[in-house]
């Protein structure tokens, strides 16, 4: 158990819908991280929270956003769902932003979109 | 970030250590060596990390060549559980985004 929790572990929904996927990362953490993994292209890196503030993007679309709230928790926006947002998706987190300390990933979210 | 290079699958007999490589020929002073392993699409799993010196912990061993180019991931007693996907990652520090990049990694089979 990496002490990072993710909810819903499951998710099936609609396309043109939207979901909402949240993360709590571990005690006294303040980075959360979210990745993407589909299929065909891996473990891709979305976007960077630190104490509250987006610190890096990666491949992230414009439909999705996230945020993190004073209590730290994290949570990741997916709107007007297609097909190929089917993926999981990832949450981590770390005490740092520094290269020294590790990163602890959560177990997923599965996002079906059907 | 550095790139690493891995061989996309290797195999292991169970009780035997496996020996993982990773080339990171461009790597800078002041990145550190990551690996994790993921298990059949569970969370990825942080095995251990390091700079410039071999590193030991009670999941597996590091060694770091010394002109950092390349590093070997030692699992000393593979069982079935270790079957997995093995990412080495070199992680950059400081200033801009500092997650880890996942290449494809190494299909590691543990052979019964």
């Known amino acids: 158990d990496s002490g990072v929790t993710q909810t819903p572990k499951h998710l099936i929904t609609a396309t043109g819908q939207r979901v909402t996927l949240r993360c709590s990362p571990r005690s006294g953490d303040l980075s959360v991280y979210w990745y993407q993994q589909s299929l065909d292209q891996g473990l891709q890196f979305l976007i960077q929270?630190?104490?509250?503030?987006?610190?890096a993007k990666g491949n992230i679309l414009e439909r999705f956003s996230a945020q993190q709230f004073p209590d730290l928790h994290s949570e990741l926006n997916l709107s007007s769902l297609e097909l190929g947002d089917s993926a999981l998706y990832f949450c981590a987190s770390s005490p740092r932003w520094s290269s020294e300390n590790t990163i602890y990933f959560g177990e997923g979210s599965w996002l079906t979109v059907v | 970030d550095a790139k690493t290079t891995q061989p996309p699958s290797m195999d292991c007999a169970e009780g035997r250590a496996a020996n993982l490589p990773c080339n990171h020929s461009t790597i800078s002073g002041n990145e550190y060596v990551y690996w994790y392993r993921q298990i059949h699409s569970q969370g990825p799993q942080y095995i251990i990390h390091?700079?410039?010196n071999n590193e030991t912990n009670e999941m597996a061993s590091l060694i770091i060549t010394e002109d950092r180019k390349s590093s070997t991931l030692i699992l000393p007693h593979a069982t079935l559980r270790d079957t997995a996907v093995y990412y080495c990652?070199?992680?950059?520090?400081?200033?801009?985004?500092?997650?880890?990049?996942f290449g494809k990694g190494t299909h590691l089979i543990i052979q019964p």
């Open positions: 990652i070199v992680r950059v520090g400081g200033g801009g985004a500092d997650g880890l990049t």
């Open positions: 390091g700079l410039k």
């Open positions: 929270y630190y104490n509250g503030e987006e610190r």
